[in-house]
């Protein structure tokens, strides 16, 4: 903590503030202002600090950063922030929000890097959640992200299993019903949380052929509060999809 501390004095008693926290205080007050720059420019200096705290929002932005530029700085800024948090990982293994950007980052990774890659990774894409949900049970966004997991693995084309067959020598296996228990968990954590999570939910139940649920969460999407281009995204996907009833 040495190069974290300083002390303010208050009259006969010493408050000590630490400059860490400082500094974890304006990155998450950038975070919610999609400052994705300036948290960057906070946080790079203090990538080889050896803080897990700090590392993982770092690749945070960086991971935000990468979707608002160009392929090849995004490729770059992914592969970086990749490596930056399995670094982390080797200084605390037990840090949940640093395998949830683990598995982020790796399965953004593979999509510069092709299907097989994809489906290569799949499993320690799902290992690292499945890790953070152990180390915290109680985060929706996990659960969000399990439940998206199964989804994509259940609506693999007959090429991609193809490909998981060859190998893993057996198939990749998930079911829409298993991403829909993921889902519900995650409302019941936190009902509303998140705009995708209420989107899946209505493509879950599509898939499902179950109608009527789908068109309660698919309009919920809709009506959601829009606050960034996540909510935005969400909701103009769920008015073409309600254009199918």
Same mark, same amino acid.
């Given at each position: ?21 400082? *500094?974890?205080?304006?990155? &998450? ?5 999609? /400052? ?35 392929? *090849? &700085? ?33 399965? #953004?990774?593979? $999509? ?5 890659? /994809?489906?290569?990774? #799949? ?12 180390? !915290? ?18 609506? $693999?084309?007959?090429? /991609? ?46 898939? $499902? !052929? ?15 509060? *829009? ?12 008015? /073409? ?5």
């Amino acid at each position: 903590m040495g190069i974290w501390s300083l002390k303010t004095n208050k009259g006969d008693s010493e408050t000590v503030i630490t400059t860490k926290e400082v *500094v974890i205080a304006k990155a &998450d007050a950038l975070y919610d202002q999609e /400052q994705y720059q300036d948290i960057y420019k906070l946080l790079i200096n203090f990538k080889d600090s050896g803080d897990v705290e700090i590392i993982w929002r770092l690749c945070r932005a960086m991971y935000k950063m990468s979707k608002i530029t160009n392929e *090849v &700085d995004g490729r770059k800024l992914i592969f970086e922030a990749y490596d930056l948090i399995l670094d982390a990982l080797k200084i605390k293994e037990d840090h949940w929000a640093a395998h949830k950007w683990a598995s982020i980052l790796l399965n #953004s990774k593979t $999509l510069y890097e092709g299907v097989k890659s /994809q489906i290569r990774e #799949s499993y320690n894409i799902k290992m690292h959640m499945l890790r953070a949900v152990e180390l !915290n049970p109680n985060e929706p966004m996990l659960m969000y992200m399990l439940g998206s997991w199964c989804y994509q693995i259940a609506d $693999l084309t007959w090429y /991609q299993r193809k490909i998981a067959l060859i190998i893993f020598g057996e198939p990749l296996s998930s079911s829409f019903e298993e991403a829909l228990k993921y889902f519900i968990n995650a409302e019941k954590i936190d009902p509303n949380f998140y705009s995708h999570n209420l989107l899946m939910l209505g493509k879950t139940y599509l898939k $499902l !052929n179950h109608k009527e649920q789908a068109l309660k969460y698919l309009k919920m999407t809709v009506e959601y509060p *829009v606050k960034n281009e996540d909510d935005r995204n969400a909701k103009q996907e769920a008015k /073409q999809l309600l254009k199918q009833f």
